[in-house]
């Protein structure tokens, strides 16, 4: 399903006197072919202007890209829910983590040993699988970083299931660290806020090991501070790895006992707003860390 933004200028005069003009404006859109008179309605309700006498656009060009969460954006036709896994798949051998082991398959009772503990015409397969809780898309817990924190098994799932998303779009940056102020516009109280970077690309290559971007120590604090519920990252950490052996991110994040869910992917499907992540691990008493089948439910466009 596409999203999609509208590149315009526009001058715009008011009834009481007086006018704006812009340049290069960027605005969400419901769809591509959008009405010049639609468009001229979506940029007053965008910017919340009273009074307005008229809007005069040009050099208007619609693209197809993700939506930013554009104020006031009217919404597309009706639709029902839509799935958005954001997890990769976990293979045998695959590298997560630079440096660190990837899971093993081994059988346990393959399907021809099997034929002869069932019936005829019957067989199954029990599979085994050994890897670390660091593999594929996996959430954190406080214990994985606190030896007093609330494990997987302990970890409330008002943190983990159902919470209203919020999507930082940061693949454009030119900086690494993501801090205050690329959050400050964000609605991040009591929500899931997933943080976009486009570092996804690189999985399963040399390049994700980095230098990749990472949530800074001021940036924490503020979602801390903020309340966010759960926050995930579509890179190879949340910390900066190329800067020592420092961890404030997780540090801050998890003795506040929000989870972190890191290597997520197909960030760019998800709207800013308006859906809803699931992403609980088994629960396992005495663990930290764990994959999930990480996803997002949206409720609208």
């Given at each position: 399903?596409?999203?999609?933004?509208?590149?315009?200028?526009?001058?715009?005069?008011?009834?009481?006197?007086g006018?704006?003009q812009?340049?290069?404006?960027?605005?969400?859109?419901?769809?591509?072919h959008?009405?010049?008179?639609?468009?001229?309605?979506?940029?007053?309700?965008?910017?919340?202007?009273?009074?307005?006498?008229?809007?005069?656009?040009s050099?208007?060009?619609?693209?197809?890209?993700?939506?930013?969460g554009?104020r006031?954006s009217?919404?597309?036709?009706?639709?029902s829910?839509?799935?958005?896994?954001?997890?990769?798949?976990?293979?045998?051998?695959?590298v997560?983590y630079?440096?660190?082991p990837?899971?093993?398959?081994?059988?346990h009772l393959?399907?021809?040993?099997?034929r002869?503990?069932?019936?005829?015409?019957?067989?199954f397969?029990?599979d085994?699988i050994?890897?670390?809780?660091n593999?594929?898309t996996?959430?954190?817990?406080?214990f994985h970083?606190?030896?007093?924190?609330?494990?997987?098994?302990?970890?409330?799932?008002?943190r983990?299931?159902?919470?209203?998303i919020t999507?930082?779009?940061?693949?454009?940056?030119?900086?690494?660290?993501i801090?205050?102020?690329?959050?400050a516009?964000?609605?991040?109280?009591?929500?899931?806020v997933?943080?976009?970077?486009?570092?996804?690309?690189?999985?399963?290559?040399?390049?994700?090991a980095?230098?990749?971007?990472?949530?800074?120590?001021?940036?924490?604090?503020?979602?801390?501070?903020?309340?966010?519920?759960?926050v995930?990252?579509?890179s190879?950490?949340?910390?900066?790895?190329?800067?020592?052996?420092?961890?404030?991110a997780?540090?801050?994040?998890?003795?506040?006992?929000?989870?972190v869910?890191?290597?997520?992917?197909?960030?760019?499907?998800?709207?800013s707003?308006?859906?809803?992540?699931?992403?609980?691990?088994?629960?396992?008493?005495?663990?930290g860390?764990?994959?999930?089948?990480a996803?997002?439910?949206?409720?609208?466009?």
């Amino acid at each position: 399903m596409t999203d999609y933004r509208a590149h315009f200028d526009a001058t715009i005069t008011f009834l009481n006197g007086g006018g704006l003009q812009t340049q290069g404006f960027r605005l969400d859109v419901p769809d591509e072919h959008l009405a010049a008179p639609d468009l001229a309605a979506l940029l007053v309700r965008h910017l919340g202007l009273l009074m307005v006498e008229r809007v005069e656009l040009s050099n208007v060009t619609v693209v197809a890209a993700a939506h930013l969460g554009s104020r006031g954006s009217a919404p597309g036709p009706d639709r029902s829910p839509e799935l958005i896994d954001l997890s990769h798949v976990i293979e045998e051998g695959m590298v997560t983590y630079p440096g660190l082991p990837g899971p093993q398959f081994l059988p346990h009772l393959t399907r021809e040993a099997s034929r002869s503990v069932y019936a005829p015409g019957t067989e199954f397969t029990i599979d085994r699988i050994s890897m670390l809780g660091n593999t594929g898309t996996y959430l954190d817990s406080p214990f994985h970083r606190y030896a007093g924190g609330v494990d997987l098994a302990g970890l409330p799932l008002e943190r983990l299931a159902d919470l209203p998303i919020t999507v930082g779009r940061l693949d454009d940056s030119n900086e690494r660290g993501i801090g205050v102020l690329a959050l400050a516009a964000l609605d991040v109280r009591g929500r899931a806020v997933l943080l976009q970077t486009g570092w996804d690309r690189h999985f399963g290559t040399a390049a994700y090991a980095g230098p990749a971007p990472f949530l800074t120590r001021e940036g924490a604090t503020y979602l801390v501070d903020q309340g966010a519920a759960l926050v995930g990252i579509d890179s190879v950490n949340i910390d900066d790895t190329a800067s020592g052996g420092e961890r404030p991110a997780h540090s801050l994040l998890l003795a506040a006992g929000i989870p972190v869910l890191e290597h997520l992917t197909h960030l760019p499907q998800v709207p800013s707003t308006e859906a809803r992540l699931h992403a609980a691990p088994p629960k396992i008493a005495g663990f930290g860390t764990f994959p999930v089948r990480a996803y997002a439910v949206v409720t609208a466009r």
